[in-house]
């Protein structure tokens, strides 16, 4: 959500925004704003003067009824005073109502009104118009045949989809054995490689009231994405980003604290409404998975720096699991409302012969910050949103694609990269093994 300031000051430069995003039925919203924050500002000003107003008027009431012992006329002159004071408050109460009202419907308004984007993203209509900026690792094709990736998992015996269908449908999964154990060996390298980086672990609610959504992310997607609880006021989270930042709402931090660089675990999950692909069934689009994610809550100074270490934290890890990737800049037309500049790792898919997203990284500036009320107080006392930002770590459904097809030998195992043999109990490869 963007400063109404700009509303005020440069609504051109909100419409030109808009345009650069290629929302522009949204256009109409930058005049309805300024009306109702007109309308707003009135009725807050006019209730300000009646304030004022009643507080003189009271004391001459109580100056008159004083009088009245001696001058009995005083006393009508105060009743007519007073009969002014019930006036005034009628239409007090009016304005209040009416400050509550024009208050909810321009936040409405600005809640869609998408945030201000960097200048250095690109500009583009869709996901077809984002850039590759650069690539980390050779992709390579093996000379022989990289089978789908359930398949892989299958002659592990390590995935039974169709028992979780009659579980719970499609979108779900059953791990098993060592594909489940590299699985957790994933998540468990990922938030150790997080607190080498200075990044402090944590487990969130796996739940969150609608407030909280509200704040953290547009309707769009949270009606594409969440998943709500009958008769509560409770929402499954999609991602523990949202429930991370909601713990910092109405909250003033401070300054000396900052930057807050925080690790979370969570399952996650989504509707992920819509049909898909081939290449999007298996584990790729599911509805209940396992995230390790990296937040920061900074100053506004900070944020762009943040941004840079974060995603280069993703090419770090992958690498270091012997898994090419690169970096895609996301363009306007394909940034979330509430995201300033975002861009995704993709991974190299033998199989494919072609990259697949795998963790996405957003500078979402101060419009979380604005919608949950986030500060923070310097030295001098002054209080400032602050900026908040976060990368996926890793999500093993995918992440397992991406390791497994580049490290499958021509014989059928599967290398285990060095860095996750601690936590597969020194095991090196994975070998078939038998059904269970």
């Known amino acids: 959500m963007i400063d109404i300031r700009l509303i005020r000051e440069n609504p051109d430069l909100v419409r030109e925004n808009i345009k650069k995003k290629f929302q522009e039925q949204k256009l109409p919203l930058v005049d309805e704003a300024a009306r109702l924050d007109k309308l707003n500002r009135s009725a807050i000003n006019e209730a300000s003067e009646l304030r004022a107003r009643r507080n003189q008027l009271s004391k001459q009431i109580g100056m008159l009824m004083g009088q009245a012992k001696k001058d009995p ?70 000379d022989f045949e990289v089978p789908y990736h359930t398949e892989i998992m299958e002659r592990f015996g390590g995935i039974d989809l169709d028992s979780a269908r009659e579980v719970a449908g499609s979108g779900f999964y059953y791990l098993i054995g060592d594909i489940a154990r590299l699985h957790e060996a ?22 969150m009231h609608g407030a909280i959504v509200e704040g953290v992310m547009s309707q769009t997607d949270m009606d594409a994405m969440m998943y709500k609880i009958e008769g509560e006021d409770l929402y499954l989270i999609g991602t523990s980003e949202h429930s991370m930042i909601g713990r910092y709402i109405d909250r003033i931090i401070p300054a000396e604290t900052l930057p807050h660089t925080l690790t979370s675990y969570s399952p996650c999950f989504r509707k992920e409404k819509g049909s898909h692909g081939l290449e999007e069934r298996g584990v790729y689009r599911i509805h209940q998975f396992e995230k390790q994610e990296m937040i920061v809550v900074c100053r506004p100074e900070e ?26 800049e996301c363009c306007s037309g394909d940034l979330a409302d509430l995201k300033v500049k975002s861009c995704d790792i993709e991974a190299w898919s033998p199989r494919q012969k072609k990259y697949f997203e795998v963790c996405s990284c957003s500078n979402l500036g101060d419009a979380q910050a604005r919608r949950l009320n986030i500060r923070f107080k310097d030295a001098d006392g002054k209080i400032t949103l602050a900026h908040t930002l976060n990368n996926t770590v890793v999500a093993p459904p995918r992440m397992l694609i991406a390791l497994l097809e580049n490290n499958l030998q021509a014989d059928g195992s599967v290398t285990i990269p060095a860095v996750l043999r601690p936590y597969m109990g020194g095991k090196e490869k994975l070998e078939k093994a038998r059904a269970v």
């Open 303 to 328: 944020s762009m720096d943040w941004y840079e270490r974060l995603w280069r934290y993703s090419v770090e890890l992958f690498r270091s699991l012997d898994i090419p990737v690169r970096q895609l």
């Open 186 to 207: 994933v998540l468990a390298y990922a938030r150790d490689f997080m607190i080498g980086k200075g990044f402090t672990y944590m487990i969130p609610p796996f739940m």
């Open 73 to 142: 006329s005083k006393a009508a002159e105060a009743e007519q005073i007073k009969a002014e004071v019930k006036a005034d408050g009628e239409r007090l109460a009016e304005l209040e109502a009416l400050e509550d009202k024009y208050k909810a419907e321009l936040r409405a308004v600005m809640m869609q009104i998408p945030q201000i984007i960097d200048p250095s993203v690109p500009i583009g209509p869709d996901d077809s118009a984002n850039v590759e900026v650069q690539r980390f690792g050779e992709p390579a094709v093996p």
